[in-house]
T-cell receptor, first 113, second 114 residues
Framework: KAGVTQTPRYLIKTRGQQVTLSCSPI?????VSWYQQTPGQGLQFLFE???????NKGNFPGRFSGRQFSNSRSEMNVSTLELGDSALYLC????????????FGSGTRLTVV | AQTVTQSQPEMSVQEAETVTLSCTYD???????LFWYKQPPSRQMILVIR??????QNATENRFSVNFQKAAKSFSLKISDSQLGDAAMYFC???????????FGKGITLSVRP
């Protein structure tokens, strides 16, 4: 079956712009989580959506937001981009919390210039 | 707050040999899960093995096994018969309680010498 699909794979944006990243989970997976990966901070949890509801949020500023659609696809949005937002953004989906682990996509590499 | 510590930034192993990657964690929860993820240059995080805290038996997946010491809050990964394809970053992760997020360690870069 198809894995977790993240689009686009690479993105270059200018400081001050906004960006939207997309994640399509594995069919049947209702939980979608987003993580930011940087060399300095490592992997940090952004937020999790389950059945179109955000049920957990990490410690990121309000410029980071997300949503989930009825087909479980999720988008995250970052407004007013800063240089420090340059990172690999990973999406993970799961059937049930923790039990089967999480399946990750290949990520979107965002570069802010 | 839960923390996961991987103190070794890099390790190297000879092909066909065995290597152990260390991980410690800190939590006050009694019910939690621990994971090892592999991240090759393709960037995709791949689940290697998981362990439920309530299970005393150490998890095993083919060449991969863990040494789970609950009292010591230690969760090390042993890779037997190392292969060139095992070269990657390895992350230890934790998830617990009603909070389903993963807390990751900083990761360790494993290289495999032919």
């Amino acid at each position: 079956k198809a894995g977790v699909t993240q689009t686009p794979r690479y993105l270059i944006k200018t400081r001050g712009q906004q960006v939207t990243l997309s994640c399509s989970p594995i069919s049947g997976h209702r939980s979608v989580s987003w993580y930011q990966q940087t060399p300095g901070q490592g992997l940090q949890f952004l937020f999790e959506y389950f059945s179109e509801t955000q049920r957990n949020k990490g410690n990121f500023p309000g410029r980071f937001s997300g949503r989930q659609f009825s087909n479980s696809r999720s988008e995250m949005n970052v407004s007013t981009l800063e240089l420090g937002d340059s990172a690999l953004y990973l999406c993970a989906s799961s059937v049930e919390r923790r039990l089967d682990g999480y399946t990750f996509g290949s990520g979107t590499r965002l570069t802010v210039v | 707050a839960q923390t996961v510590t991987q103190s070794q930034p890099e390790m190297s192993v000879q092909e066909a040999e065995t290597v152990t990657l260390s991980c410690t964690y800190d939590t006050s929860e009694s019910d939690y899960y621990l994971f090892w993820y592999k991240q090759p240059p393709s960037r995709q995080m791949i689940l290697v093995i998981r362990q439920e805290a309530y299970k005393q038996q150490n998890a095993t997946e083919n060449r991969f096994s863990v040494n789970f010491q609950k009292a010591a809050k230690s969760f090390s990964l042993k890779i037997s018969d190392s292969q060139l394809g095992d070269a990657a970053m390895y992350f230890c992760a934790y998830s617990a309680g009603a909070n389903s997020k993963l807390t990751f360690g900083k990761g360790i870069t494993l290289s495999v010498r032919p």
